[in-house]
């Protein structure tokens, strides 16, 4: 009796290792494979309620504002011609962007529960579309107004930053639109006039067209 040789086959079964699998990935490693994409922009939420009746002999409403965001939340509290102070901050550190509306100033019955609710709704859909616009929510007037802390600014700034190479590209052609925005209309009107010239040669052609067939009819009816 000649006995077999022993293979790894033989001693893997009879030692009774299972062969080895592969390693799973990472989950962590695998989401940052699988996900390119850029984190999408979430802003800070923010709330407006609790208005107040305040001052003595000039009364105002103010109105308490929250921010939420990167797990804090912070409180301030604003009457209207803050909000409209900072809009006109804005407006002029922001040249060309478009700006949010605030509600019409109102002098008559400004004190009344139906005008202040409505006041209200109108500066929280302001305050919401205004920390919606990447660009505006890291200006420092909105920081400053809302009060925000350290967390939350750093928030809106990093936010602003990934999303300023798509709202500050070059042009494809490496022209500056605004150097060239001269040669632009110059160009324009350039070729408006020449689509008026061709335009009143049309014109002219079908007038001659036309009383050379009031001719013809002329003739056959004579």
Not at 23 to 49: K, N, R, W, Y
Not at 96 to 120: A, Y
Request: hydrophobic fraction near 40%; charged fraction near 20%.
């Amino acid at each position: 009796f000649k006995p077999e040789p022993v293979t790894e086959t033989m001693m893997s079964s009879v030692v009774g290792e299972p062969p080895m699998a592969p390693l799973p990935m990472d989950p962590l490693l695998m989401d940052s494979a699988l996900s390119s994409d850029p984190v999408p922009f979430e802003p800070p939420q923010i709330i407006v309620d609790d208005p107040q009746t305040e001052g003595f002999g000039v009364h105002y409403t103010t109105y308490r504002i929250s921010s939420r965001c990167a797990g804090a939340t912070v409180y301030c509290r604003r009457r209207f011609s803050e909000f409209a102070t900072m809009r006109t901050s804005l407006m002029r550190s922001s040249p060309g962007v478009v700006m949010p509306l605030l509600p019409d100033k109102q002098v008559l019955n400004r004190f009344g529960t139906v005008f202040i609710e409505k006041r209200r709704k109108l500066l929280e859909a302001f305050l919401q579309q205004l920390v919606a616009h990447p660009l505006l929510v890291a200006q420092p007037a909105v920081a400053t107004f809302l009060e925000w802390n350290d967390a939350i600014v750093n928030v809106a700034l990093a936010q602003s930053q990934s999303l300023s190479p798509l709202l500050t590209s070059e042009p494809v052609d490496g022209s500056d639109p605004l150097t060239d925005t001269g040669k632009g209309m110059s160009q324009l009107q350039a070729e408006l006039a020449a689509a008026r010239t061709t335009l009143k040669r049309i014109i002219g052609r079908q007038r001659d067209a036309g009383l050379d067939l009031s001719d013809l009819s002329t003739g056959f009816n004579a």
